[in-house]
């Protein structure tokens, strides 16, 4: 008798399982929503506090720093907004902008001149993963450099290979990691700072195959490169 009991019991908590399991996805996401995360990158503003449709979205947001994704509702219409977190007012603002299901964005907070107000960009990330590849996405919002952005690849170190990147672009490279690969990073138009400020490279120390990677280039208030390597998976 006890087993006739107990066999509904087992078979509609297995139901349960299998059904909540199907509805999870892509590093829990659930089915009908989106991933957004938020970024400051003015070097010459405050900390920002980020809002969709009014409400807060996590802790205010200093420069050089952002949020890990947040989940919202895919398919829905937002204002995002920033406010100040000294002064308690708004400072840009975006309206109407859709995040689809199934989706993962960034929100930046920048300018395009030091003298500029700021505004807000949306991105869309692909954060599908290669196993045997890096996946590295460059973005230049240094608007403070004065200059664009090389990347050497001198992975073959005989044949470096050069490219730029101009302000507000964005290139996205597969590579395979291993002890040979190095990026390295430098202005069009040095400045004149003696010697320059170091630049974070990147190599097999810091990023790994399978992995999908956001590689940003900044510019400090006094025009020096900065760059930040921020993982999306």
């Not at 509609?12 to 399982?17: F, I, M, Q, Y």
């Not at 395009?112 to 290669?130: Q, R």
């Not at 005989?158 to 990026?183: C, Q, R």
């Amino acid at each position: 008798m006890k087993n006739k009991v107990l066999f509904p019991k087992i078979f509609l908590l297995l139901t349960l399982a299998i059904l909540i399991s199907s509805c999870i996805k892509n590093d829990n996401l659930i089915e009908g929503d989106a991933k957004v995360r938020f970024f400051q990158a003015a070097s010459t503003d405050t900390t920002q506090s980020f809002y969709l449709n009014g409400i807060q979205i996590g802790n205010p947001v200093a420069y050089g720093t952002n949020t890990s994704y947040v989940v919202v509702a895919g398919d829905s219409a937002y204002n995002i907004t920033t406010r100040n977190i000294n002064t308690g007012s708004d400072v840009a603002s975006l309206k109407d902008q859709t995040f689809k299901i199934g989706q993962n964005y960034s929100v930046f907070y920048y300018k395009e001149k030091a003298g500029d107000p700021a505004t807000l960009k949306v991105y869309t990330d692909d954060v599908k993963p290669d196993l045997d590849s890096a996946k590295l996405t460059f973005l230049n919002l240094g608007y403070t450099l004065g200059s664009s952005v090389v990347i050497t690849d001198s992975t073959n170190t005989a044949k470096p290979v050069e490219s730029t990147i101009a302000y507000g672009a964005i290139k996205t490279f597969k590579v395979k990691v291993n002890k040979n690969m190095k990026f390295a990073f430098k202005l069009t138009n040095p400045t004149a700072t003696n010697p320059p400020p170091a630049v974070s490279r990147l190599d097999s120390l810091n990023i790994n195959n399978g992995r999908v990677y956001l590689i940003l280039f900044d510019g400090d208030k006094k025009g020096e490169l900065k760059n930040r390597i921020i993982s999306a998976n």
